[in-house]
């Protein structure tokens, strides 16, 4: 019993005594996953490392640097196939070709290579002892090797022969390069890469690329004699260094629509050009005519004269062509004729149709560009219609609804004015109440007809008589004017109100009002203003 405690209590010790000496000399580990640590770490030290990949062309300078925190016993570099590099030699001087950081802070262990060579590639390690530790990390260095010149596999490297309508694959291939190179294809100055597929193959263990890139197009007819360039980019290059090769493209004579001539004059000598492109040149070509495009009777070669017509070609170059058909004392009859150009080369016949005419030739329409900015006036218009109607349907900007003004406010409105108009001019005075009247006025006018007929019940036989009977005393100014004479006059208006409406009362002195209308100046006005 006694034994066994005491075999406890001892692993318990020891249990303990390890645990302390590992967090004596443990460490944070760091969170670049390429620093490696081995035996045993301590938190206080640390490795500053960048696996990033480098990659520099031969007699370039290249930077390893390597950071440490905290105490170090000493650190060197290691790259496969050579003896590891001590810092401190570097730093000394015993290393040609290398040498110390300008700036050591955060690059205790970082080393310079003055001018990298080819035998410097690979993976290099930077490797710090602490005791009884070591912290390392590790990225790859890649010296550059310039790429071989680029070809075309094409069966003949002076002209490549491609067929309309048929796609063709047409290769690149660099040999070696480290690292690959980048391969665009140009038809022309046009760019055509997305139609390409590169594939990189290593060759070797240290870096070394082949790059093969296939384009699959179908070439056109207007394409023939244009420049098929595959081009390629490096690192090592400072301009892309380009394989090209001129096209040959293979097709039939080109179709076209019905060609029409006007203003053809009678009487006088007419020559119809027309214009086709083929490749290879053309082996038959001849001129039909007749009275309809199905009934063609008459055939001439070209060259060739046959009555008052004759024909002959002319070679523009690049498979271009003008066919001319020449007819001699233009006639009527010739108008009433259809013509056909029937053109045939190795890889197919084209039928091209003519037709001529001695009337004017009609008004141009409206172009593709006309059409779309006519589509688009109408557009911008319609848009218009809609967002007034919208605004008209939600009562917004200028459609929003006259606010009808609170009787308590125009009264008080009303007083204020009474109170402070002795303290004005004249001039004052009366623009201030005329603007009031008009409100009120208008305010009046837009009042429902039942309403006003119950307000005339409401008012007096003598308010009723002031209103409807035309006394000279009184100066009345409504009375009866030709409609062209417009003048603005002044009215006096008695706004006197029944019981019902003593809310909007005023003061006698303050019922003179003044509202523009039409009709002719009075003698009375000036009365009726000193009222």
């Not at 300078?61 to 590891?84: S, T």
């Not at 303290?423 to 305010?443: D, E, F, P, V, Y």
């Not at 002195?509 to 009222?531: F, H, L, M, P, W």
């Amino acid at each position: 019993m006694c034994k066994c405690s005491f075999v406890r209590v001892a692993c318990v010790a020891l249990a303990l005594a390890a645990a302390s000496l590992a967090q004596e000399y443990s460490v944070n580990e760091p969170n670049n996953s390429d620093v490696v640590f081995n035996g045993v770490q301590s938190s206080d030290v640390s490795l500053t490392f960048d696996d990033s990949e480098i990659v520099v062309n031969p007699g370039e300078r290249l930077d390893l640097n390597c950071g440490f925190k905290g105490e170090y016993r000493y650190c060197i570099w290691e790259v496969e196939g050579a003896k590891p590099i001590q810092v401190e030699d570097v730093y000394g001087n015993f290393h040609p070709g290398m040498s110390k950081p300008e700036v050591s802070e955060g690059n205790e262990c970082g080393i310079v290579i003055n001018s990298v060579s080819t035998e410097q590639h690979g993976m290099w390690t930077c490797r710090v002892f602490i005791t009884g530790n070591s912290l390392e990390g590790t990225k790859n260095v890649i010296v550059t090797v310039k790429p071989t010149y680029p070809v075309l596999e094409v069966d003949n490297s002076q002209l490549l022969e491609v067929t309309s309508e048929e796609e063709t694959p047409v290769k690149c291939v660099v040999a070696a390069a480290r690292p690959a190179v980048g391969i665009r294809w140009f038809l022309g100055d046009k760019d055509v890469t997305v139609m390409a597929e590169t594939e990189e193959t290593p060759t070797d263990n240290e870096g070394m690329y082949k790059s093969i890139s296939t384009l699959r197009r179908t070439f056109e007819p207007m394409e023939n004699g244009m420049t098929l360039t595959c081009s390629v980019s490096h690192k090592t290059l400072t301009v892309p260094e380009n394989e090209s090769i001129p096209l040959n493209v293979i097709f039939k004579p080109v179709e076209k629509p019905v060609s029409t001539y006007y203003q053809i004059r009678p009487g006088s000598d007419y020559e119809v050009k027309l214009n086709f492109s083929a490749n290879p040149p053309p082996i038959r070509k001849e001129w039909r005519y007749g009275d309809s495009f199905q009934n063609i009777a008459v055939s001439i070669e070209i060259p060739g004269a046959k009555d008052r017509y004759e024909t002959y070609i002319e070679e523009l170059g690049n498979g271009m062509y003008t066919a001319t058909l020449r007819i001699a004392g233009f006639k009527e009859e010739d108008a009433n004729q259809r013509y056909l150009l029937v053109v045939e080369n190795d890889i197919g016949e084209t039928t091209y149709k003519v037709r001529l005419s001695m009337d004017d030739a009609p008004k141009d329409t409206l172009s593709g560009g006309a059409v779309a900015g006519i589509v688009i006036v109408v557009l911008v218009i319609v848009a218009a219609v809609a967002a007034a109607g919208y605004a008209r349907y939600r009562q917004m900007f200028c459609f929003a609804p006259v606010v009808t003004p609170d009787p308590e406010e125009g009264k008080e409105t009303k007083e204020e004015h009474s109170d402070t108009e002795s303290a004005r001019g004249a001039n004052t005075t009366r623009a201030a109440n005329l603007k009031n009247s008009l409100g009120r006025l208008t305010q009046v006018f837009k009042k429902p007809k039942k309403e006003q007929e119950t307000k005339l019940e409401n008012i007096g036989d003598d308010e009723k008589r002031s209103l409807t009977t035309d006394d000279p005393k009184k100066g009345s100014p409504v009375k009866e004017q030709n409609v062209d004479d417009k003048e603005v006059v002044y009215a006096e208006l008695d706004l006197g109100k029944s019981e019902s409406d003593k809310k909007t009362e005023v003061k006698a002195e303050d019922k003179t009002e003044y509202a523009q209308i039409v009709g002719t100046v009075t003698d009375n006005r000036e009365d009726e203003k000193k009222e």
